[in-house]
């Protein structure tokens, strides 16, 4: 049987622990180009989710023997900063779940990305969770599809995500930590957004049809929310590279 959270989940007016809505977003920021020594980069803050996203590549792929003649290969590396989490610290080895997360991440953003037109090459997708409040593999999608286009790979779609869970009964957008360790059920979602593509697509906990049905549409309004954000965080970085442009001429 699961432990009791520290702080009711729902509050007696219908709030959740951090009082939000059950269809509202935690608050997100996101900045592209935040790493001088990539190839493209971004940052998501989502509550108190702070990730980095790094892409290098498409680059000549070493060993060479795992090189695919007809497209570039994508590797993922998730990874949790051992200061990143609550309570004990998390061992800086890789754990069993930063693997499985490495390969969901990468099965997410593969779809999106022209891997044809660069046979024998690398992509490779760096991410770093300083710090973790729930959702992180999704976050982690959100900054990383930003590196690939700010690192100019071509792509046919950007791919944002977000969790959705069960609290109390309650179909929830965007669980935050306490939701995820107290809740009944947790629905990692991605989306290529404008293809309307599922890109991952995880459950854990008991769902009927009927939720599952309402928890994917809550998903898609709260990705089409983030998409619009990871467009404009693009923008904001193009109007800088013109200034610095202008400034230079
Ligand atoms: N977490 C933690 N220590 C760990 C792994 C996870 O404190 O070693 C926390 C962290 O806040 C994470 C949350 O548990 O975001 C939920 O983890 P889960 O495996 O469900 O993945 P996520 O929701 O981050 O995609």
Redesign the pocket.
């Known amino acids: 049987m699961k432990k009791s959270p520290p702080v009711p989940l729902i509050t007696p007016d219908g709030k959740r622990c951090d009082g939000r809505a059950f269809d509202e977003l935690r608050p997100i920021e996101l900045e592209v180009g935040v790493l001088k020594n990539a190839d493209g980069s971004a940052m998501i803050r989502q509550g108190k989710?702070i990730i980095v996203a790094a892409v290098y590549g498409p680059r000549e792929l070493h060993p060479k023997h795992l090189a695919l003649p007809d497209r570039a290969v994508l590797r993922c590396r998730y990874h949790?900063a051992p200061f990143?989490?609550?309570?004990e610290r998390?061992s800086p080895a890789p754990?069993r779940?930063e693997i499985e997360?490495s390969k969901v991440i990468r099965e997410a953003l593969e779809p999106a990305i022209f891997l044809e037109l660069f046979p024998r090459c690398a992509i490779d997708v760096y991410i770093e969770?300083l710090q973790?409040?729930?959702?992180?593999?999704?976050?982690?999608i959100v900054a990383a599809s930003l590196a690939l286009a700010d690192a100019g790979i071509p792509l046919r779609d950007l791919v944002a995500a977000v969790?959705v869970g069960k609290v109390q009964g309650h179909i929830v957008l965007d669980?935050?930590?306490l939701e995820?360790?107290y809740g009944e059920g947790?629905m990692?979602v991605a989306m290529m957004p404008t293809r309307g593509v599922i890109t991952l697509f995880q459950a854990?906990g008991v769902w009927t049809p009927d939720e599952i049905k309402y928890a994917l549409e809550l998903a898609r309004k709260g990705i089409m929310k983030i998409y619009e954000l990871q467009k404009e965080a693009l923008r904001k970085k193009y109007e800088k590279v013109i200034e610095e442009v202008e400034v230079g001429v």
């Open positions: 989710n949790m990143s989490v609550y309570g998390k754990t779940r997360l969770v973790a409040d729930g959702g992180t593999r999704c976050a982690s969790a669980i935050n930590h995820d360790e947790d990692p854990d």
